[in-house]
């Protein structure tokens, strides 16, 4: 028996061999061993699921055709999935049953995942000599809830992190995709889930990686021929956290492979929490399954903190430096730096530093100084409310107006026209532009962008005015 199914596989191997290029051949068939053979149901063992996912994705059609050619028409595949001892730790072996894919001839294919000794997996965050794999969470001890100051602007986003942190892969912000724009606590909110299920879940393997590091190490596995190591050790996680997901844009690899991370992760009752400069409809560059599931769980935005929460923020600060800064001083820094956290947080650090340089005391008058310098610098970056300010004055509308409920022609244009330059010269998103002119909602910008630019192209006048605005708007 267990010859005959080496035999029928290898004549399925030779065939696979001349149909698809070599490297593809050593990755994915190389590795698989022939179990048994049952009738017309031959098993072959997969060194993990991801693995099984792949070759029913790439490969189906071909195993299709070859093992129909050896083993007659009613031929059916059989996966054995080994996972390692480490992961299997706490689970019973068990059998899965997957959506058979669409192009599937083999139908019913079981997939069975057997638990087996496995030499440990090799990683970057892996802390050697240890036996059961312990994985260095890549967590900022700084970046607690503790430490997190919640205001209007991240309430939504803080209470769902914290629900998740209770219960990860339990609730149904899964995943979790925290987006807003640079400096307003993603990665910090997104840390402090995975402290606190450290802290009460110690046993759960937590892992915070940015996009850019998880894109390096996977190229890295590519040009080591170690992907099987690299998907393991992800498919591993129990929270997986990645920061700035927004850098996969345009990198169909890295996505494909993460895909098939987040299924293999979702599946398995696993918490996914990314990080985004954006929300999930403004991403360009992705492909769609990978949006769409995105938008599996629940996106919320951090928005910028309101006078109360800044002033929150810096008096945080300032008690847990155990520093001394008179409240005046941070009235002026909050009311002056408004758009950014870690902004404020460096003016803070920037006027201590001043003061300590030149043996001063912080007083109003310097810290005045140093903040107008530091302000100066970004006081020229146009805003949602210069904007629409620009727009008003040049069709001679009040800047209320923008926020009426009017749906007279020239209001409506002049409001779209406030949030396309709101989009294209700001960093702000598309929730924070909608907001801010008109309470409206994202998509209601990104019609209003789109509306624009056909105008753009296919009105010559309408193009000129814009031409004029976009002048006035950048002298
Ligand atoms: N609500 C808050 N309470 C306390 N500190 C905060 C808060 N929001 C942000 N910070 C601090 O501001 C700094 C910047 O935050 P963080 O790095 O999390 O921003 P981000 O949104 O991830 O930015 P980027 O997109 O540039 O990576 C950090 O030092 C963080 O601790």
């Known amino acids: 028996m267990e010859v005959d199914c080496k035999r029928i596989w290898g004549n399925c191997l030779s065939v696979i061999k001349d149909n698809i290029p070599q490297i593809s051949y050593q990755t994915w068939f190389e590795p698989i061993v022939p179990v048994k053979i049952d009738k017309d149901v031959l098993t072959i063992q997969v060194p993990s699921l991801f693995f099984y996912e792949y ?10 055709k070859t093992l129909r050619k050896e083993l007659g028409v009613n031929a059916k595949l059989e996966y054995n999935v080994v996972m390692d001892n480490a992961h299997m730790a706490n689970q019973q072996p068990y059998t899965l049953n997957f959506p058979t894919s669409n192009k599937a001839d083999l139908r019913n294919r079981p997939v069975s995942v057997t638990n087996q000794e496995k030499p440990d997996i090799r990683n970057p965050f892996v802390i050697p000599g240890i036996k059961r794999l312990n994985v260095d969470p890549q967590l900022n001890g700084d970046y607690s809830f503790e430490n997190f100051v919640e205001g209007e602007c991240n309430r939504l986003a803080r209470s769902a992190s914290l629900a998740v942190a209770k219960n990860p892969g339990k609730t149904a912000f899964n995943p979790l995709f925290l987006y807003g724009n640079s400096g307003l606590g993603k990665t910090h909110l997104a840390q402090s889930i995975g402290i606190e299920v450290k802290r009460n879940m110690p046993e759960k393997t937590v ?14 596995s590519v040009r080591n021929n170690s992907q099987n190591d690299f998907l393991n050790f992800y498919q591993m996680i129990d929270v997986l956290i990645i920061d700035d997901v927004q850098e996969f844009a345009g990198k169909t690899k890295t996505q494909n492979t993460f895909f098939h991370i987040f299924n293999h992760l979702h599946q398995s009752g696993k918490q996914l929490i990314l ?3 954006k929300a999930p409809v403004e991403l360009h560059g992705m492909e769609d399954r990978l949006l769409s599931r995105f938008k599996w769980g629940l996106s919320a935005d951090l928005q910028i903190p309101d006078f109360e929460t800044r002033v929150s923020i810096l008096n945080k600060k300032i008690y847990k430096d155990g520093l001394t800064v008179p409240e005046e001083v941070v009235y002026y820094i909050a009311s002056n730096v408004v758009n950014n956290v870690r902004e404020l947080e460096g003016a803070l650090i920037s006027l201590l530093a001043q003061a300590t340089l ?35 004055d040049y069709f001679g509308l009040e800047l209320d107006i923008l926020q009426s409920k009017t749906r007279k022609r020239e209001i409506v244009q002049a409001r779209q026209i406030a949030m396309f330059f709101s989009k294209g010269l700001t960093n702000s998103s598309l929730s924070t532009i909608g907001a801010k002119i008109g309470k409206k909602d994202h998509a209601t910008v990104l019609h209003a962008c789109k509306a624009i630019n056909n105008l753009i192209e296919t009105d010559k006048d309408f193009k000129g005015q814009i031409k004029e605005i976009e002048a006035q708007l950048k002298s």
Do not use: G, P
Request: hydrophobic share 30%.
């Open 55 to 64: 070759l029913e994705e790439q490969y189906i059609d071909l195993l299709s």
């Open 275 to 277: 990080t985004c400069d």
């Open 207 to 220: 892992l915070y990686v940015n996009a850019n590091k998880f894109q390096t190490q996977f190229t890295d």
């Open 358 to 392: 030149n043996k001063k005391e912080i007083t109003f008058e310097t810290a005045k100084q140093i903040i107008d310098k530091l302000v100066k610098k970004t006081s020229k970056e146009l805003s949602i409310d210069s904007i629409s300010q620009t727009v008003c």
